[in-house]
C-alpha cells in the first residue's frame, strides 16, 4: 500500500500537487477535498464569462472529478470541506455540504492549498446585501451574470482595481455595461507605475468606463453606492474585488505558523511548522528573490511550480526555490500591460537604490501594419545596473519584452546584458535594436554620464516655472500639439540656430519619443552647453501622463493638443 | 578641427556607425559613401512591397541624404562608389556613378559596412537574362515589382529556401501569383531542423505555393526553368534568394585580412587588420558564443551593435564582444516561426553533446480566442543541461518564447533554470505553466531518467516494424484519425486494460499533445512496466511531420487521417 496523501484545495495549487503525486507514485492514494462544487477551473479567465468571450461557464471548469477519477485515479470529493486537521492524529474532519455528515481521513502527507478570499469590510454598510457579489470561482461569476441578465442589470459599480477589478470591469463594459471602476488608491494595477499607470487610465476613459481614483466606498445602497468624498455612482450590482487575504483559519486553528504578511509559513520545500503537512498557492507567504523579503503573490504560475515542488519533496526529489520576482500580464481593451521585478514604488519601499528609464520607441518597423509605440520602464540598482524590474505597456507584444526582462532579473543580469542581448528581429516582429536592447542603452548612457534626463512627471513643474523646453521635432509636429511655453527649435536646424539657446540655464530638450532628443542633447554637450537634459518619455509620455489628469481635474493644461500616436 | 571619418556602406552597419560617431563627437567631419541611389533604407521590409503590404517603394527609405546633413550633420554621397582603398595613404579612390568622376578622400578612421551580394551561380544557363532577378535593395524590388506589373506576370519562381527567398515567395503570393520555391535542400528555413521545418512546409502547400525541395535549377529559360531532376516549371520571373557572399573585394585589394568563412576578419573592437580600417555587418564573420568557432551572421540586430561597438572604439570607449548566438523570426502566411542558438544540426556539426525535447502544448489557455498549438523544441547540452537552442513555430507569439530563450543562452541558464522561471501570465497571453517552461521540465525528466522518449522521425520506422504503439486518447478522437496499426487505449481507461499491454516488448504511447501519454507512461512504469517509451511531438507532430511527405511522395500514408488542432 502507497502513502495516503490528502490535498485541501481542488483548484490551481491542489490539483497540480495530487496530479504531480500521482505520476510519481502510482501506488499512492490521492483524495482531493474541494468546497466548491468545482476542481481545477480556470479562475483566471472568470472575468471573460461577463463578456461573453467564454460564452458558457461549464467551458471554465477543466477537469470534472470524474475525469480526475479515470486519468488519475485521484478521488476528488467536491462539496467537502475540511473543517478541521487534527495534527496528533493525522486526520482532517471533512464536512460533507450536501449531505451535512461529518468524518475523517487520515493521511501521512497532506497538502494545503485553500487559496484566498475577497476582501469584504465589515465597515462598508450594505455589504451583505444581495447586489454585491466577488469573483472567485465559477459559481461566483455564474451568479453574477445571472444576476445582472435576469434583472436587467446595466448599472454596475467595480469596487479595487487590480486585476480581478480591471478585468471585470472591461468584460462588462465590453457587455454594453454602464460601469463604474472606482479605486482608493490614486492610480489601478499597482505593478506599475503612477506615470506608466496614466496609460491605462487613459485607455479607460477612452473606453466609457467611470473611473474613479483616491476614493472609497463607504455605504451602498440598492441603486447607488455612495463615496467617502460625499459622490454617489449609480450601481444596481457591486462587485468587490479590493484585494484577497490568505484563507488560514485551518492553518492557524491547527497551530500552524503563519508568516508576518498574515500568509502561511513554509520552508524551502513548502512544508508548514508541521513535518507532514505542506502548504502552496495564494495562501501561503513566500520569498523575494529582489527584496529578500517575505511576500504574497497570489499567481497561478508560482502555485503551479510550489504544487510540483511540494509532491516532489513528499518523494524525497529534492526542488530548486529561487523565490519570486512576480511576473504578470493584463489586457485593458486595446492595451496590454505585462510586469516583472520591483516596480520604483517596491524598489524604494524595499530600500533598494535604483534609478529607471521610461522610453517610448516603435513595437515594431514602423512602416509594417499595426506598429505602435510602446511605453517601457526599466528599473536598475544603482550603481551597479542590476536588472530589478520592468514594465510594458502598448497594443502590441509587451509581453515578450517583460517575459526577457524576467529571464534577465533571474539570471543577474545587468545593463551591459541587456544591451548585447540578441532578440529575434523581423519588421513585423519588431525592431532590428529591440526596446529591450534600446532601454539598456539609454540606462547605460545615463549611468556613465553621457546625459540626463529628467522623468515625465516633473515637466509640469518645468513648465509653471518657465524653464526652457525645447521642442525639436519637426514643425508641422509641433504645431499638431505641444508644451505651452515651449520653443520649437527642429533637430535638422539645430546647429544653425544656436544663438536661440541660452548657455547660461538649464535646457530641457523633448522631441517626440526622445530618440531626436537625445541626438540633440549630444550636439549640445559636444558644443559645450554643459547644463542639458533631456525629458525621457518626451511628448509622447508627456501626453499619456497629463492627459488622464486634465479629464479629471480643474487643472489649467499644459499640452496644447493630446497626441498618441 | 574633429576627426575625419569615412564610411563605405549607408545601410544598416554603415548608418548607424556615422550616427554614432556623430553622437559622440560634433566635431568629427563624417561623409559616407554608397553605392546605390539611397542610403538607410529598411531591407528586412523589402518583401513586403510585392503583396502591397508597404505600398510605396519610397516608404522603405528611412532618411534621405539631406535629413543625414540637417539631422546628424553627416554627409551621406549615393551613387557613390569607392572602388580603392589607399591605406598607406589612408585615402579612398571614390567613383561618381552618375558623372563618372573619380576622386580621392583622405580618413583617419574608415568603417568598411559594404554588405553581401546574392549569389548568382554562373553555372546555371540564362542567370543573365533580364526576367532573372535579386532581391538587395529599394531599386532591386522596384525594378522586379514593376517588370511583374508591366508584363503581367503569373507564373514566378523564387530560387532559395531561406528568409528573403521564402518572404517573396509569400508576398508573391499574397499578390495573387502563381508561384513555385525551389530549395536545393531537402528542407527550407535552415535555421529550423527538419522535423520543424515540416510545419512551413505544409503551410507553404496549404497556401498554394509550388515548393520543390532537393531540386536545383540547371537552366532558365524565357517562360520556365529546368530543374537537375529534369522537371520544368513554368516561370516568366525568376528570383534568385539562394544566398549571399560578403563582399570582400575592397576589403581583399586592400590587403585586409580575410577569415575561413570568406567575410572579413575583425577583432574583438571589429578593427580589420588594419589599424584604422573597421569593418561590420554582412561583409565580416564574427564569433559564435556557442560553437566557440567563426560563422556569419548576416542580420541587421547585429551589424548595428556591431557598428556602435567600432564607432565607440574610434573614441577609445570599450564595449564587450558576446559573439553572437543568432536569433530570428519569419512569417510564413500564418504561421510565425523563431529560431536561436544552435539547431540539431548545427550542435552536430559543432561536435556538441546534445539531446532535444519536442513538444507541443497550447500558446495560451485553451477556452481563449485564437488559442494555437506551438511547436516548440528546445537543444540543450547533454549531460550538463546547458541551454543551447530553440525553435518554435505556431499561429501565435512565438517570438517571445525563443527571445525568453536566447535570453537564457546568453546568460548561461540551465534546464534547472528555465524550469523555475517566472513569465507574464493572463489566460490571454500564455499558460500558468508556459511553453518554455514545460519543455524544461519535460527535458530534465529525461536528463533523470524518469522516462524515455523517440522522435516522431523514428515514428514510420515504428509502423512498418509493428511496433506496439498505444493512442491514449479518447475513443471520439481517435476515430477521427490516427496511426494505423496503433491500438486505442485512452488514458481513462489505461488502469483497467493492462491486460491488454505486453511486458516483454517495447511500448510506444502518444496522445495528441504528450500530456496524457506522459502521465501514461509514468503509470505504466510505476506498475512494472520497464520498456515504455513516450513519443514525443504525439500526434500533432506526426501530423506535421508525415504530412508534407505524403503530400509529394507516393509512399503509403501511416496516418488515416490529419489533424492539426
Redesign the interface.
Known sequence: MGKRILVIGGV?GGASAA?RA??????AEIIMFERGPHVSF?N??LP?HLSG??ENSE??VLMSPE?FK????IEARVNSEVIKIKREEKKVVVKDLISGEIYEEAYDKLVLSPGANPILPRSIEGIDSEHVFTVRNVVDIEKLKNYIVKNNIEDIAVVGGG?IGVEVAENLRLAGKNVSLIEAQNQIMSPFDYDMAQIFHKEMLDNGINLILSDAVQKINKDSVELQSGRKVAAKAVVMAIGVVPETTLAKDAGLEIGETGGIKVDHNYLTSDKDIYAVGDAIEVYHRLTHKATRLP???????QARAAADHIYNTPH?N?G????????IFEM?G???GLNEKAAKAAGISYDFVYIIPGDK?G???EANPIHFKLIYEYPTGKILGAQAIGKG?V??R???I???I????TL??LK???????????T???VV?HAALVALNILNGKFRQVPVSKVRELVENNAFIIDVREKDEYEEGHLINSINIP???L?DRLDEIPKDRPVYLHCRSSQ?S??AV??LQ??GYNNVWNISGSYLGICCYEYFQDQVTEREKIVTEYNFN
Chains 1, 2 share one sequence.
Open positions: 490551481a496530479a500521482r505520476r510519481i507514485d502510482e501506488s480556470s483566471c479567465a471573460y468571450m467564454v467551458e471554465l475525469k479515470k486519468q488519475y485515479n486585476f499567481l497561478a504560475g508560482p502555485a503551479q511550480r530548486r529561487n519570486v520576482i512576480g511576473s504578470s500580464v493584463v489586457q496590454s505585462a510586469s516583472t518597423v512602416l509594417m501594419p507584444n509581453d515578450k517583460i517575459d526577457v524576467a529571464a534577465m533571474l539570471m543577474g543580469a551591459e546584458d548585447e542581448l540578441e532578440l529575434c528581429y523581423a519588421p513585423l516582429f519588431g532590428a535594436k529591440d536592447n533637430l535638422s536646424e546647429r531626436r537625445y541626438n549630444m550636439a559636444n558644443m
